[in-house]
């Protein structure tokens, strides 16, 4: 019995094309940082590498911690002194990366028949954002914060997705047995993982990414009406 559904965001409450998502997203990072003295080119090789640090992070420190130091050795000194600059972006000029992501009404509509069902939800996006950059994306999608009661993001997580270890610490954070979650996603790779702790898994496929191209038949999937059928059924 499912007690517990975990959502990713990115392709799946938030529709979107993930390469045009992350070049509007740069470049307008780099031109707000610009004039702060940070060179375009340098703090986007920065962000790229602090990504992939974050994605390789063995939980010894937070997702954060493991950033700003790749950071900090890309511009030779404490970064983190500018984060409240680096905040007032995601505040501000972040917004405007709204237009390049799409919008299905679908997705809060589902958020809000599962709760009231009586499950919980927690938002399981991979957490290489800082919260207030997640919860902008949140709002994009037609859903506040307070839908979840959990939010995964970089300062309160010390994996990332694919690991399953990732799953593992939300498990452990909000006292949950795999055997009664739900993890629902658009990555074949990322997301269905969960399946290997014992979760069970459906895969949407509005904003399907299938890198491997795995047989996807493997999965229950589909959109968010085969989603709620599925979730009914079980």
């Not at 994605?55 to 911690?65: K, P, R, Y």
């Not at 009586?118 to 914060?145: E, H, I, K, M, Q």
């Not at 610490?169 to 006292?175: G, Q």
Request: aromatic share 10%; with cysteine.
């Amino acid at each position: 019995m499912i007690t517990t559904c975990l959502f990713d965001l990115d392709g799946t409450l938030l529709p979107m094309d993930q390469e045009i998502f992350v070049k509007s997203y740069l470049s307008r990072l780099a031109k707000k940082m610009a004039p702060c003295g940070y060179d375009p080119e340098t703090l986007v090789k920065a962000v790229w590498a602090g990504t992939a640090a974050m994605v390789q992070n063995d939980g010894s420190s937070t997702n954060d911690a493991v950033f700003w130091r790749v950071c900090d050795g890309f511009f030779g000194r404490d970064t983190r002194v500018d984060e409240p600059l680096f905040e007032a972006f995601y505040r501000e000029e972040f917004q405007q990366v709204r237009r390049d992501c799409g919008f299905n009404p679908l997705a809060a509509e589902a958020i809000r028949q599962i709760k009231s069902m009586g499950l919980r939800t927690v938002l399981a996006t991979n957490p290489l954002f800082p919260p207030t950059a997640t919860r902008s994306r949140v709002r994009w999608a037609g859903l506040d914060p307070d839908d979840f009661e959990w939010i995964t993001t970089y300062d309160n997580s010390s994996h990332c997705k694919p690991n399953p270890d990732y799953y593992r610490e939300i498990l452990d954070k909000l006292d949950l047995k795999a055997d009664v979650c739900l993890m629902v996603g658009n990555d074949v790779s990322e997301d269905m993982v969960a399946g290997t702790l014992g979760m069970k898994v459906f895969l949407l496929t509005d904003c399907l990414i299938n890198k491997e191209n795995a047989d996807i038949s493997q999965y229950p999937h589909g959109g968010f009406p085969e989603l709620l059928n599925y979730i009914r059924s079980v």
